[in-house]
Nanobody, 131 residues
Framework: QVQLVESGGGLVQPGGSLRLSCAAS????????IGWFRQAPGKEREGVSN????????YYSDSVKGRFTISRDRAKGTVYLQMNSLKPEDTAVYYC????????????????????????WGQGTLVTVSS
């Protein structure tokens, strides 16, 4: 049974930083990737960043590239999203998700992160960027 639990959200001023955590359990060797999505009010859920388990390669959406960093602590079974230089448009509920679909590897090579390739999701954590 896969369980993903996010934490670390909150209120931060523009230009500030937050680190999100995703405690993952039940993710076995046949999973291909883990990543972060976000959904702002009235908008579609969008892929922000992911990491392939095979080689640790990463993907970032254009909107967060250079500001966000995904990392993984294997010993703790936890994935992090370090978010710097936050902007009001980063305000959203952030979700952790994992995939058993090999197609996530092709998608990353193509520079996309379709949410339909991810089977398991956390409950989300709210990030609000506001002064």
């Amino acid at each position: 049974q896969v369980q993903l639990v996010e934490s670390g959200g909150g209120l931060v001023q523009p230009g500030g930083s937050l680190r999100l955590s995703c405690a993952a359990s039940g993710v076995t060797a046949d999973y291909y990737a883990i990543g972060w999505f976000r959904q702002a009010p009235g908008k579609e859920r969008e892929g922000v960043s992911n990491m392939l388990f095979s080689d640790g390669s990463t993907y970032y959406s254009d909107s967060v590239k250079g500001r966000f960093t995904i990392s993984r602590d294997r010993a703790k079974g936890t994935v992090y999203l370090q978010m710097n230089s936050l902007k009001p448009e980063d305000t959203a509920v952030y979700y952790c998700a994992t995939s058993k679909n090999w197609a996530v590897q092709t998608a990353q090579a193509m520079g996309v992160m379709p949410k339909d390739l991810y089977e398991y999701w956390g409950q989300g954590t709210l990030v609000t960027v506001s002064s």
